[in-house]
């Protein structure tokens, strides 16, 4: 609840205005979808009820931030005031996406609205977010010491910056697999390879090209399928 891009810190911040341009043909994207669908969504409320009830029943842990509020931008904090429900004694990271089987004029706008959310988080993660990671992999995941493929110490503490050296083995590992994702080029939403791309979603990225270049990103290189 609550998700949005980080807020440019500076002209310069190329990521955080290219997020939030996206961000933005996601929010039309998926209004105009749920404008055209609507009837059939609530019609079907009932899996979406499902679908956020297993997802609560997968999460995991929530992890408090004792730094919540020194952060500069915290839109993409999971905020402590956000409800996090207990699963086994344990609360959990997501919130609900809804809490009722059937749509009512009561509940309407609060549950698509939430559905939309995540439909716009989603789409977010598994396209501009992830490209922009991917692509980076030839220069943060060669390097071993720091990041295999996401950092597994707390590389804030003392005793984590000094370690034993990496087995040459896995090392080379690491780089020639942080090569390997970013030599695949496949699954672009633009060249849409595989034909099962809304053409809606590519013509509001057309139609915003421009805009991209000036922060020189090309959406021609935004993937939604990675690795496969």
């Not at 290189?221 to 990675?226: F, G, P, Q, T, Y």
Request: aromatic content about 12%; some cysteine; glycine content about 4%.
């Amino acid at each position: 609840h609550g998700w949005s891009p980080r807020k440019p810190l500076h002209k310069e911040h190329r990521f955080a205005f290219i997020q939030q341009k996206y961000w933005d043909i996601l929010d039309q994207y998926v209004n105009e979808y749920f404008q055209k669908n609507e009837e059939g969504i609530i019609e079907n409320w009932i899996e979406v009820k499902r679908m956020s009830d297993e997802l609560i029943k997968r999460a995991v842990p929530f992890f408090e931030d004792k730094h919540e509020g020194l952060y500069t931008d915290s839109n993409e904090v999971n905020k402590t005031s956000s409800p996090h429900p207990e699963v086994n004694g344990v609360k959990v990271a997501l919130t609900p996406i809804t809490e009722d089987e059937v749509i009512t004029e009561a509940n309407k706008a609060e549950n698509l609205a939430n559905l939309k959310q995540m439909c716009k988080y989603l789409l977010m993660y598994t396209t501009v977010k992830h490209c922009w990671t991917n692509d980076l992999q030839n220069e943060i995941g060669g390097q071993p010491d720091f990041c295999s493929f996401g950092v597994d110490f707390n590389i804030l503490k003392p005793e984590n910056v000094a370690r034993d050296p990496i087995d040459p083995e896995i090392v080379a590992w690491l780089i020639r697999s942080s090569w390997f994702v970013v030599a695949q080029k496949w699954g672009y939403i633009m060249k849409d390879e595989a034909r099962d791309m809304n053409p809606r979603l590519k013509e509001l990225l057309e139609e915003n090209r421009e805009t991209f270049k000036k922060w020189d990103y090309d959406i021609d290189n935004i993937r939604n399928c990675i690795n496969t």
